[in-house]
Nanobody, 115 residues
């Protein structure tokens, strides 16, 4: 059974940085595509960034150039480096693992951006 655990969230000032981690427990991490989503209060969950099994990356336009997704198949972890954070980036961030019809979500980690 796959379990995902996010960490690294917290309070940061505007312009600051955070690195989120999502640790995958289970086998075959390297054959899962990994994605980060976020959900702000009163808003729908939105996709933020994705990385394929071949490490091809893609990003939401509003985070392009500020966020970087990466994966470490040995550590079975996916990362989201977030720079130049703004209050609009504040949300609960979730990671998702997908393969074929399988889909797994983590429990989320809170990111607060405030001075």
């Amino acid at each position: 059974q796959v379990q995902l655990v996010e960490s690294g969230g917290g309070l940061v000032q505007p312009g600051g940085s955070l690195r989120l981690s999502c640790t995958f427990s289970g086998n075959f991490f390297d054959i899962f595509n990994m994605n980060w989503y976020r959900q702000a209060p009163g808003k729908q969950r939105e996709w933020v960034a994705g990385i394929t099994t071949g490490s091809t990356t893609s990003y939401l336009d509003s985070v392009m150039g500020r966020f970087t997704i990466s994966r470490d198949n040995v550590e079975r972890t996916v990362y989201l480096q977030m720079n130049s954070l703004t209050p609009e980036d504040a949300a609960v961030y979730y990671c998702k693992a997908t393969r074929d019809t399988y889909e797994y979500w983590g429990q989320g980690t809170q990111v607060t951006v405030s001075s």
